[in-house]
């Protein structure tokens, strides 16, 4: 389960940032916590389970790890986007995923 998550869908902000603080340290973590892809064959489990993408939003500037037609970078900011009636890919940097989740 994804304790990250599970404490900032409860609103749980102390317990979010002690956990974001025990993953951060982990040293496979350190090197970089901001610019993660998801594999695509993964991309397409998930879609099996929750439906196909509609769009991606968290790609880098030039779009190069995109998983779906339509993405959104950091010039869009996915945190001043609509999201309704979207099935959206959001694998975030961890910085802003507090941010990104409560939009």
């Keep these: 389960d994804?304790?990250?998550s599970d404490?900032?869908?409860r609103g749980d902000?102390?317990?979010f940032r002690v956990a974001l603080r025990a993953w951060s340290g982990q040293p496979y973590r350190a090197a970089d916590s901001e610019d993660?892809?998801?594999f695509p064959?993964?991309?397409r489990g998930i879609e099996k389970q929750?439906?196909?993408f509609h769009l991606d939003a968290c790609v880098d500037l030039?779009?190069?790890n995109a998983l779906c037609p339509r993405s959104w970078n950091a010039e869009d900011d996915c945190r001043v986007q609509q999201w309704a009636d979207l099935n959206v890919?959001?694998?975030g940097p961890w910085s802003l995923l507090r941010e990104i989740l409560l939009h």
């Design 89 to 91: 890919l959001c694998n």
């Design 13 to 15: 902000v102390v317990g």
């Design 50 to 52: 929750f439906g196909v």
């Design 41 to 43: 064959v993964k991309v």
């Design 7 to 9: 404490c900032l869908s």
């Design 62 to 64: 030039l779009r190069t």
């Design 2 to 4: 994804n304790v990250l």
């Design 36 to 38: 993660w892809q998801i």
